[in-house]
């Protein structure tokens, strides 16, 4: 004979009480209200100065900082936006050449990051051969440097780089992309390698057995299942191509191929003559595109740093 078991239909109370438990104990209505205050805690102090910024960008004045708070100054208008796009700095170059200056070498960035990094990253979690530790304690000894500390090496080793009497690889925008580059590696390393060791080696040994080689596996089996991970190393490469300051300023001499964190320097004046609401709209001006770019990758960016670093 047959027993046929009835499954015991939940009360509703009972499941709003297992959707407000985690690990088995029940949040309770304090514990909610203290926890959205907290939240709603670190969002104002987080958009407060983004919302500083902005109330100055559109303040006539050009005054360091509001004198209330008020968000929408006396007089608020977009003059100082369209000055800025117009001619930002004194330098015979527009917004737009700024920014296409600082697009190349964040594309540039970011594609030789993602580029070598997933080879690199591949090679140290799969392949196993000599000095395999040695090459990984070296990459994580790089990444404890700060990217600066570089500067004075890679100046004279890019500079020594010419192209007949004219061309230097060190006062290009390439040369710069170069430089970034090299501070950006050893975290995209690291990262994409913790994430390849998740990825099971049953699939690479199933395609191994079906006649595909390592370059195949790699590009048709590995890359497809890292997708988060490459968004995040693309992202992180273009936010140092977009933000970088320091090689710029060091090894670019001709105003051509000067970028927006050059010509917000740039606009810094001495003895309180900065245009306050021309820097802060210049700010806002060079934080949209990054903003829109991690708006697109969130949901891989997210996955990412999650599984990054399950594996070292």
Same mark, same amino acid.
């Given at each position: 004979?047959?027993?046929?078991? &009835?499954?015991?239909?939940?009360?509703? @109370?009972?499941? #709003? &009480?297992?959707?407000?438990?985690? +690990?088995?104990?029940?949040?309770?209505?304090?514990?909610?209200?203290?926890?959205?205050?907290?939240?709603? #805690?670190?969002? %104002?102090?987080?958009?407060?100065?983004?919302?500083?910024?902005?109330?100055?960008?559109?303040?006539?004045?050009?005054?360091?900082?509001? $004198?209330?708070?008020?968000?929408?100054?006396?007089?608020?208008?977009? #003059?100082?936006?369209?000055?800025?796009?117009?001619?930002? !700095?004194?330098?015979?170059?527009?917004?737009?050449?700024?920014?296409?200056?600082?697009?190349?070498?964040?594309?540039?960035?970011?594609?030789? *990051?993602?580029?070598? +990094?997933?080879?690199?990253?591949?090679?140290?979690?799969?392949?196993?051969?000599?000095?395999?530790?040695?090459?990984?304690?070296?990459?994580?000894?790089?990444?404890?440097?700060?990217?600066?500390?570089?500067?004075?090496?890679?100046?004279?080793?890019?500079?020594?780089?010419?192209?007949?009497?004219?061309?230097?690889?060190?006062?290009?925008?390439?040369?710069?992309?170069?430089?970034? *580059?090299?501070? !950006?590696?050893?975290?995209?390393?690291?990262?994409?390698?913790? /994430?390849? $060791? *998740?990825?099971?080696?049953?699939?690479?040994?199933?395609?191994?057995? $079906?006649? #595909?080689?390592?370059?195949?596996?790699?590009?048709?089996?590995?890359?497809?299942?890292?997708?988060?991970?490459?968004?995040? *190393?693309?992202?992180?490469?273009?936010?140092?191509?977009? !933000? @970088?300051?320091?090689? %710029?300023?060091?090894?670019?001499?001709?105003?051509? $191929?000067?970028?927006?964190?050059?010509?917000?320097?740039?606009?810094?004046?001495?003895?309180?003559?900065?245009?306050?609401?021309?820097?802060?709209?210049?700010?806002?001006? &060079?934080?949209?595109?990054?903003?829109? &770019? /991690?708006?697109?990758?969130?949901? /891989?960016?997210?996955?990412?740093?999650?599984?990054?670093?399950?594996?070292?």
């Amino acid at each position: 004979m047959t027993t046929v078991t &009835v499954a015991r239909p939940i009360p509703v @109370e009972e499941k #709003a &009480v297992r959707a407000g438990t985690k +690990g088995g104990r029940q949040i309770t209505f304090k514990t909610q209200i203290l926890s959205q205050i907290f939240c709603i #805690a670190v969002a %104002s102090t987080v958009l407060f100065p983004l919302l500083w910024v902005v109330s100055m960008s559109i303040d006539p004045r050009n005054i360091a900082k509001p $004198d209330g708070l008020n968000l929408i100054p006396s007089g608020a208008s977009l #003059a100082a936006y369209q000055a800025v796009i117009a001619k930002p !700095t004194l330098n015979p170059i527009s917004f737009v050449e700024l920014a296409r200056n600082s697009i190349e070498i964040s594309v540039i960035v970011a594609l030789l *990051t993602l580029t070598l +990094g997933s080879l690199a990253a591949y090679a140290l979690s799969r392949l196993h051969f000599h000095g395999r530790q040695v090459l990984m304690i070296a990459v994580l000894a790089v990444l404890m440097l700060p990217a600066v500390a570089t500067l004075a090496p890679l100046y004279v080793l890019l500079y020594s780089i010419k192209l007949g009497t004219t061309w230097v690889l060190g006062n290009s925008i390439l040369g710069v992309a170069i430089a970034v *580059t090299a501070g !950006t590696l050893p975290f995209a390393i690291w990262n994409m390698k913790g /994430y390849i $060791d *998740t990825i099971p080696r049953e699939l690479e040994e199933a395609a191994a057995v $079906d006649g #595909a080689n390592k370059l195949q596996i790699f590009l048709f089996i590995v890359l497809p299942l890292a997708k988060p991970v490459i968004a995040v *190393t693309a992202f992180f490469g273009f936010i140092a191509g977009w !933000t @970088e300051f320091y090689f %710029s300023w060091a090894f670019l001499q001709h105003p051509a $191929d000067f970028t927006l964190s050059m010509a917000l320097k740039g606009m810094v004046g001495q003895y309180g003559s900065t245009p306050w609401s021309e820097f802060a709209a210049f700010a806002v001006l &060079v934080a949209i595109p990054v903003s829109a &770019v /991690y708006l697109l990758l969130q949901r /891989y960016i997210v996955a990412g740093l999650a599984l990054g670093g399950v594996k070292g």
